[in-house]
């Protein structure tokens, strides 16, 4: 089975933590260890090194095989298309349309 490539949205990290991960609060399911977004809005894992390491020669490894899940996941596409997420005072992404970055 082919998945998509990981783009680093952090989607997946938005909607609950890995084994590696906790969640922020009783109320955000966001992993702690998610960095801010960049400008594109790439988001990575505080704890990547931590967990390539850890999983090395692993069947199904944790990073790098992307969700690739498209439903609801405006900030992969956004990546794809090298558009801007724009994070609110929230924490939620919002994607500007017709931006894009060099």
């Known amino acids: 089975m082919e998945y998509s490539s990981c783009v680093q949205s952090g989607f997946c990290c938005t909607q609950a933590p890995c084994g590696y991960g906790?969640?922020?609060s009783a109320t955000?399911?966001?992993?702690?260890?998610l960095l801010p977004p960049n400008t594109l809005g790439r988001?990575?894992?505080?704890?990547?090194?931590?967990i390539v390491e850890?999983?090395?020669?692993?069947i199904w490894?944790?990073?790098g095989s992307g969700c690739s899940s498209t439903l609801f996941n405006s900030m992969?596409?956004?990546?794809?298309?090298?558009?801007?997420?724009?994070?609110?005072n929230n924490g939620k992404p919002h994607?500007?349309?017709g931006e894009t970055y060099e």
């Not at 988001?43 to 090194?49: A, F, H, N, Q, T």
């Not at 596409?77 to 724009?86: A, C, G, N, P, R």
């Open 76 to 88: 992969r596409q956004s990546i794809l298309l090298e558009q801007k997420v724009v994070w609110d």
């Open 22 to 24: 906790a969640v922020t």
């Open 28 to 33: 955000d399911p966001t992993c702690i260890y």
């Open 54 to 58: 850890h999983e090395k020669g692993a």
């Open 95 to 97: 994607v500007t349309y």
């Open 43 to 50: 988001r990575l894992c505080d704890r990547y090194e931590h």
């Open 61 to 63: 490894p944790m990073m």
